[in-house]
């Protein structure tokens, strides 16, 4: 047995890539398995014994195999009315409840459930529902299409939760509780989360949900958006250091109990899958745990794992039972930064110095997930190579500590919790401040937006190759050049593009145009989508509420890699046209605002009025007359032609020109305005290429004389998906449909993307992207 694990010794890392390459292609395509022709020939080149081989290969077609089955079992459909039982998954926002269950075969389906009334929210927050077992009637449904290509993808989702769609539940009764060994960790979770809610002070409990029980959702979404910026989010995350200290105090425990070492180390076995359950079971918990179970079991049996092997198994074993975790962002960045420490071990012995063995763990980490972070959040933050020396140790042995004897302290029936707290809490809610300053700037983010797969395999062959010359011990400056050339050229390689780029973007029943010139010599972006907010009851309220600046349009920004809006136009003050403004101002740097008249006295401005005040941004007031040109691009403003702002019909309405090319931005004209137009400006306007419609498509809008007099190639109209004012109007459609004017809806159609090279024009939707 002996000889054949010092056989396999630092070979499982090959086996782990095999079975992550059956795990993509049953879920992609069976082409992707001509990947393992890449793996066999750097085996060959390593001169691995040709068992191994044959064994790598082996192990490739069999997952290949169960993969598929259990990808194919996810297409099934899920049969209603049943008995499905709750998991630990699952949240409640608002009047949501939104989770997966499991039918009575253990398939997993995503539910989502709108809550009756108040008394039924009360008892379902109330209630320990994981184990719950409820007869379900409802409605499956297909997931939904993202807003544009760099927006969420709903379907990849479920994928990775290995879920077999969505149902909407129209009415669950409750059955009973299912019995299994791991209801009592469960019921003990839940009753932890609310033991620390009546005991911590609410300043403290969010940290303490994410720290002890990994329960993140309840984190202040400033403040987490403030770690981000640091790079320090991984620290809220439970992982190899929790679980180190976590092995370590309850191993030292034991030991001062009297309770002998090899005891210790059975109970420690058996008791760490359950704190991994107890602590959320996030891949990062999985893997420490995992690979600290195969080391203990290897030294209960005398035999030498490495570490490498250790996590290589703990990887191989986690995809088996959960194949769709090769897509979950927190299994990728967990095992490859884990990884990375590993074989980067010679190089951080060189240093002896704890600030410089700090930096270069942050560095060694960072840098080789940096080109996964940019594919999945198109960003890194660049401070996070200073912030992580400082805020590791703190938040690992010192912060994670004290909340352990937080909550330690919280049942024992002694004042000394609340002495403790007296102490504690103005120290953290300082620390809270500090974070929440330091993280202001927004240049501390590098966004070249989102690479394709060809820059994938570069910036990861330069990553690579850097290490090489790092473990080799080579010049910094080749290293520094291998890793900043490739990464340069990507960051300008955006710039390198002679169209003009205009994009639609579907905000829902809202307006945001980008616009990216030539070359990337400007970019503007008109209006910014939003909602229109109306009172409901208390009990309704999200607690994370929904905004389309944040989660639609700042992601499109970002994916785009545009770091710098030249000018943002926002035509009016109506919500669904400047209620995201202020989101994109915090997350974007803009140089002008361009408003139409007196428009900022309205209300639904103010918060926009409040986030320019913290910027250098000009604020401007726009009419007729007005315009610019930036190279063979020229803007003309055509409305309005006076200073009183009346809503719809002062909207800001621009003419772009490049060569013989025209469209027209109207924002919510409506009728009025449209006639003067065609009065004042009626040779500028005819003939155009692209209009974008008024109001939406509303009744109100888009008259006869207006749609003659433009004869657009192609009409667009900015409307949400089954409004409630169904928008576009019919009578409207029927007037572009008679004349054959082609019309795009992007509520339906999903983002619009244009491309217009010497006059010529090229049309993409992301609705099209995806069903392809």
Known sequence: MLYLVNLWKHNWIYYALSVCISAVASFQSVRLLLILGLLVGFCL???????HLVGIVTINLLTYSYFSYEVDKLQEPVTLPAELTWTDQYKINGVMLRGIMKDAQGNKVYVTYEIKSEQQKHELQFMQLAGQIYFVTGQQVEPSIPAHRYGFLMGRYLESKSARGIVEIGSMTLVGKKKTFLQPIYDQRFRLKEHIEQTFPNSLAAEAHALLIGLQENVDEELNRAYQKLGITHLFAISGLHVALVSLLFFQLLLRLGVRRELANILLLILLPIYAVLAGGAPSIWRAVSVVE?????????????MDDAISLSLLVFLLIEPGAIYQVGFQLSYLATYSLVYSSRILARYENFWLQSFFITFVCQILVYPLLLHHF?????????????????????????????????FIPLPINHLIFTIYEPLRLWLTDLILAIQQPISQMWNPGKPSLFWLVVLYGSVLLAFYFLDKGSNLKKMAATLLIPAIIFHFQSYLHGELKIAFVNVGQGDCI?????????????????????EQEAWKERDKPYEVGRQVVVPYLKGRGIQKINTFILTHA????????EEVLREIRVSEVHVTPNSLDKEVMNDLLEELAKTKTTLIEKMASDGWQIGDVRFDYIWPHDTVYDGNNDSLVLLVRQGAFKTLFTGDLEKEGEEEIVR???????????????HHGSKTSSIEA?????????????????????????????????????????????TIELRVKNGVMQLETSNDLFKN
């Open 45 to 51: 080149y390593k001169k691995l014994w040709k068992w």
């Open 294 to 306: 195969f080391i203990m079991l290897a030294q209960y049996f005398r035999w030498k794992i490495p």
């Open 378 to 410: 198109f960003e890194i933050s660049l401070s996070s190579f200073i912030a992580n020396i400082f805020f590791v140790p703190l938040f690992s042995f010192i912060i994670l500590p004290v909340n352990l004897a937080l909550l330690t302290c919280s």
């Open 514 to 534: 980008v616009i990216e010139l030539p070359y990337r010599k400007s970019v503007v972006v008109i209006d910014a989508g939003g909602l229109l907010r109306f």
């Open 574 to 581: 109506d919500a669904d046209h400047v209620e995201g403004a």
């Open 680 to 694: 004042l400006y009626s040779a500028a306007i005819e003939q155009l290429d692209v209009l974008k419609t008024g």
């Open 706 to 750: 207006f749609v003659e007099q433009t004869s657009p190639k192609l009409a667009i109209f900015t409307a949400g998906e089954n409004n409630r004012y169904k928008h576009p109007n019919i009578d409207v459609i029927t007037r572009f449909e008679q004349r054959q004017i082609p019309y795009l809806i992007t509520g339906y159609d999903g």
